[in-house]
């Protein structure tokens, strides 16, 4: 029965999840008269804590068109509520590994919504910060980095910045695991590429 009931999700899925998005996008009611709708709903949504781990659920799938639209709800919700959001995901037993497998994920697109995802969700929560610094988000931020150029990079190697500032910012932590791990030296590079033409 929970298996049918799976099938039954991912099959009505992408359609569900872009229609939720579109409700709760902040983007959506920014010249409304009431600003807060999205917060509205978002509210009526997490009533439930079940929904949210329903799209955790659905952020594990492979197939582009579940998994981009589940990061871009879960985006939104925490846009919306990052408090609740945020306590909500600690609780999770799946939550913070789901979001580093699309960070992971070889699809540009997809690494990028991860980047957004991430950094609302380890906005002004030391405990996700650590958690994430501890599944190799640092490895894999600095890879990205190499990738896109350093500091020739554009928007995605700001968004790698800004996330990275976000797990190191007040959080002594994750600076010590940040100096210890190497780290210091493995960004080099994108120092040297940026004065490379000043020598």
């Not at 029965?1 to 229609?19: E, G, Q, V």
């Not at 500032?165 to 210890?180: A, D, G, V």
């Amino acid at each position: 029965m929970f298996s049918l009931r799976i099938a039954m999700m991912n099959k009505l899925s992408p359609m569900h999840l872009k229609t939720i998005c579109n409700i709760l996008d902040p983007e959506t009611h920014e010249d409304d008269d009431e600003d807060k709708m999205g917060c509205n709903f978002t509210d009526i949504y997490l009533k439930k804590k079940e929904n949210v781990n329903c799209v955790l659920e659905l952020l594990g799938e492979y197939e582009f068109k579940i998994r981009r639209p589940s990061a871009k709800l879960l985006t939104f919700l925490l846009q919306n509520r990052p408090r609740e959001m945020q306590d909500i995901i600690l609780l999770s037993h799946m939550g913070v590994s789901r979001f580093m497998d699309v960070l992971a994920d070889t699809r540009e697109v997809l690494r990028n919504d991860a980047l957004i995802l991430l950094f609302h969700l380890t906005q002004g929560n030391a405990n996700l910060q650590k958690i994430v610094a501890f599944e190799n988000c640092f490895d894999i931020l600095l890879d990205i980095l190499c990738i896109e150029g350093y500091s020739d990079g554009g928007i995605i190697v700001e968004d790698c910045l800004k996330l990275m500032l976000n797990l190191l910012r007040n959080n002594p932590s994750n600076q010590t695991f940040f100096r210890e791990g190497s780290y210091i030296q493995k960004a080099c590079p994108f120092f040297r590429t940026n004065n490379q033409g000043k020598r």
